[in-house]
Every structure is written in C-alpha cells, then in structure tokens.
T-cell receptor, first 114, second 114 residues
Framework: RKEVEQDPGPFNVPEGATVAFNCTYSNSASQSFFWYRQDCRKEPKLLMS???SGNEDGRFTAQLNRASQYISLLIRDSKLSDSATYLCVVNLLPGGTSYGKLTFGQGTILTVHP | DTEVTQTPKHLVMGMTNKKSLKCEQH?????MYWYKQKAKKPPELMFVYSYEKLSINESVPSRFSPECPNSSLLNLHLHALQPEDSALYLC?????????????FGQGTRLTVV
C-alpha cells in the first residue's frame, strides 16, 4: 500500500464549478498534512496546510479526518488559473522531530476550461 | 520572504562528468531537503539535513553525494551519473522548530545526463 494515495484524475471542469480531491495516508503517526499545487515544469508550491478542525482560505477548503486517515480539498468557483496538479503531502514523522519527511501523493491533474 | 534559490536552472552533463547542484535559503530554516522528480511523477525524497547533519538518506546511490556547508547552503555533488538520473532536482527547506514542517521549494535544476 502506498503511503499517500490520491485519485489521479484527471478532472476537467468548467469555470465556476466546484471540485473535490481526496487523499488517504497509511501512517497513523503522521502529524501534519498539506496541499501543494504544481504547475507544468515548475516547483511545488504550498497551497494550504490542513488542520484537524478543517480550514478555509478563500475558495479553498481543506478537511482532515484522522480516524479515517483521509484528507480532502474542495475548490469552489473554479478559475482557469486553478488548472494545475494538486499534490496531497503528508509528514510521515511524528511531532517533535526537527525535520519532516514529506511524502507526496501521485497528484491530481485539474483542468478548468472556459 | 519564502525563497529558496537553486543553481543552475538547467544542466546537461556526460556520464563521466562531475558537477554540483547548489541550493541557498536565508529564511533561517534548519532543515533542508533534496527531492528528485521524474516527468509525470511526484517528488521523491532523497536526503534530509537537519542542523547541518544528514538525518535521512533514502538509499540513494553513492553517485549522488550531498553536502551541507552551513545552515543556508545545501549542495548535491554528482559523479558518474546514468541517463536514467535525468530529472528535476528540487531543493526545499523547512523551519525545524515548528510542528507543521511545511517545506518551501526552489525552482529546481533540470538535469539531463547524456
């Protein structure tokens, strides 16, 4: 079983649509979780951290379910500029270490069309 | 400022060459990372340095040799590489003291081995 699993998509949605991405992780000791986006031939960029209580940043909402080891990202009112690969990232190390072991899911490709 | 700077941006090298990739950050981060990313795949962790000491080596072949001269710099020395080592090499850093360990990535070095 992969340590971090994502639905690879691709997702093709019209502008204005709502789209949801899901991710599961295998290590119950994992303490921190993130969504990154990566544009073609660019580096991954932090989109948002994922907190246990759920968190929102504008059109983006992230949820974490520790019991199910499940993470989600919801994008509302999709824009053309949201087209990218969305990467679910889990720090496999427990808290207290001075570094992380960030492990990436395989990524979900999103294309938003006019 | 969340900038990680990598040089060079592109590198073409022969299988008998020796070259080095360089990474620099001035965010005071004490954890630095090397990742390798092949086309259409997620980044894969290679090495982690914490407080200038090698903390994780993900069974990387010895033709890749990391070095952390000080808390701001991270190098990756390359020697006798194979064509299959062609990839995007990403450097990242994170604030070791914080629990969340979100990492910030440089733009990467696109390496081609001929």
């Amino acid at each position: 079983r992969k340590e971090v699993e994502q639905d690879p998509g691709p997702f093709n949605v019209p502008e204005g649509a709502t789209v949801a991405f899901n991710c599961t992780y295998s290590n119950s000791a994992s303490q921190s979780f993130f969504w990154y986006r990566q544009d073609c031939r660019k580096e991954p960029k932090l989109l948002m951290s994922v907190y246990s209580s759920g968190n929102e940043d504008g059109r983006f909402t992230a949820q974490l379910n520790r019991a199910s080891q499940y993470i989600s990202l919801l994008i509302r009112d999709s824009k053309l500029s949201d087209s990218a690969t969305y990467l679910c990232v889990v720090n496999l190390l427990p808290g207290g270490t001075s570094y992380g072991k960030l492990t990436f899911g395989q990524g979900t490709i999103l294309t938003v069309h006019p | 400022d969340t900038e990680v700077t990598q040089t060079p941006k592109h590198l073409v090298m022969g299988m008998t060459n020796k070259k080095s990739l360089k990474c620099e950050q001035h965010m005071g981060h004490r954890a630095m990372y090397w990742y390798k990313q092949k086309a259409k795949k997620p980044p894969e962790l290679m090495f982690v340095y914490s407080y200038e000491k090698l903390s994780i080596n993900e069974s990387v072949p010895s033709r890749f040799s990391p070095e952390c001269p000080n808390s701001s710099l991270l190098n990756l020395h390359l020697h006798a590489l194979q064509p299959e080592d062609s990839a995007l090499y990403l450097c990242a850093s994170s604030q070791g003291a914080q629990e969340r360990k979100e990492a910030f990535f440089g733009q990467g070095t696109r390496l081609t081995v001929v």
